[in-house]
């Protein structure tokens, strides 16, 4: 992503708050690496959905 995609990331979260959550798998960040660094940036909560083994099995096999 690059700088100005980013902030205007930034804006739209600061504006309308996450409602997509970032997906989490055992401390690491799968999905939405560029939205926890907006939401850091805009001062907006941080959401966040812990993934089962399953899922990852699922949608991100790649990862096992």
Known sequence: V???NQMALTDALRRDG???PVEV???S???GHHR???ALDAGVPVKFVQLTREQIASEHPELL
């Open 2 to 4: 690059g700088y100005l």
């Open 25 to 27: 798998f055992e401390n």
């Open 36 to 38: 926890v660094l907006a």
């Open 18 to 20: 996450m409602s997509t």
């Open 29 to 31: 960040v799968i999905n």
